[in-house]
């Protein structure tokens, strides 16, 4: 990754967004597609399986958003062969961003795949959500929160994303030819102690209308297991503590539900 300057580098690392310049190779269009098709009443992908909470076609509480969502083990039995193929080559987005940040971090590189409970080194897990809003929803697009996994890569084609930047929301411009790239709570989590710490940016989608395009969005988590373990490391490859995914997210979930619920009192 290269940035205009080390400033705006610093700026990226500390707020925990930035664009990515989409390759010119990259083909966009089908997935777009793929994702507007599920619309379509008699779409079979809204039947998939649901596994657990957090996988297969969910409408989301509180939240105008719907989405098929799966995990990268799940791609192939579910997606389309060219679909799980783009899914895989945002995999290798996700590990080379996540990579360049524990280089950034001055991280020992033989500690990368412990401290990111694999995910550095090509094990993890990863989402890949296709997205739209339900106008009849009255309700946020998408509640204020940060992500909990390592990297999100969003592939906004809409206008309506914004990020908390000095206590204010801001709007993400739309800016054709580039994702959008979110740091999330395991990576500030991992990155605690290093020589370069990262932000986790608070983000949000305004309450889309009736009158308003239909939003799309294709949407890659890069996750550690929830099996697994987070590290904490300093340049010396000293660590400074560590926790288990699924204590992390917890917290981050008892966190969020108390926020969602002090401003529904206020």
């Given at each position: 990754?290269?940035?205009?300057?080390?400033?705006?580098?610093?700026?990226?690392?500390?707020?925990?967004?930035?664009?990515?310049?989409?390759?010119?190779?990259?083909?966009?269009?089908?997935?777009?597609?793929?994702?507007?098709?599920?619309?379509?009443?008699?779409?079979?992908?809204?039947?998939?399986t649901q596994y657990g909470e957090l996988e297969g076609f969910i409408a989301l509480e509180n939240n105008q958003q719907t989405k098929l969502a799966l995990r990268r083990h799940h791609w192939d039995l579910h997606y389309p062969q060219h679909i799980a193929e783009f899914g895989r080559c945002l995999d290798s987005f996700g590990i080379a961003i996540i990579r360049e940040v524990l280089h950034q971090s001055g991280i020992p590189e033989n500690l990368w795949g412990r401290a990111s409970a694999g995910y550095a080194t090509g094990a993890g897990t990863a989402f890949l959500n296709f997205v739209h809003y339900d106008t009849h929803v009255s309700a946020w697009g998408l509640r204020p929160h940060t992500d909990y996994g390592f990297?999100?890569?969003?592939?906004?084609?809409?206008?309506?994303?914004?990020?908390?930047?000095?206590?204010?929301?801001q709007d993400v411009p739309v800016l054709p030819g580039h994702f959008v790239i979110n740091f999330g709570e395991a990576l500030r989590f991992i990155t605690a102690y290093s020589a370069r710490p990262v932000g986790a940016v608070t983000h949000r989608v305004v309450g889309q209308k009736?009158?308003?395009?239909?939003?799309?969005?294709?949407?890659?988590?890069?996750?550690?297991?929830?099996?697994?373990?987070?590290?904490?490391?300093?340049?010396?490859?000293?660590?400074?503590?560590?926790?288990?995914?699924?204590?992390?997210?917890?917290?981050?979930?008892?966190?969020?539900?108390?926020?969602?619920?002090?401003?529904?009192?206020g």
């Open positions: 990754m290269a940035f205009s300057s080390a400033a705006d580098l610093d700026r990226a690392w500390d707020l925990g967004v930035f664009y990515l310049k989409t390759p010119d190779e990259l083909n966009l269009e089908d997935p777009r597609d793929f994702g507007r098709s599920l619309l379509a009443a008699d779409s079979p992908y809204r039947a998939i990297v999100t890569i969003l592939d906004a084609i809409a206008p309506g994303l914004q990020v908390e930047i000095d206590g204010a929301f009736a009158t308003d395009p239909v939003r799309h969005g294709i949407v890659y988590f890069a996750n550690p297991d929830l099996d697994g373990a987070l590290w904490q490391f300093d340049a010396n490859g000293d660590s400074g503590g560590n926790s288990s995914v699924q204590k992390l997210f917890a917290m981050l979930e008892k966190n969020l539900t108390e926020d969602i619920h002090e401003n529904r009192m």
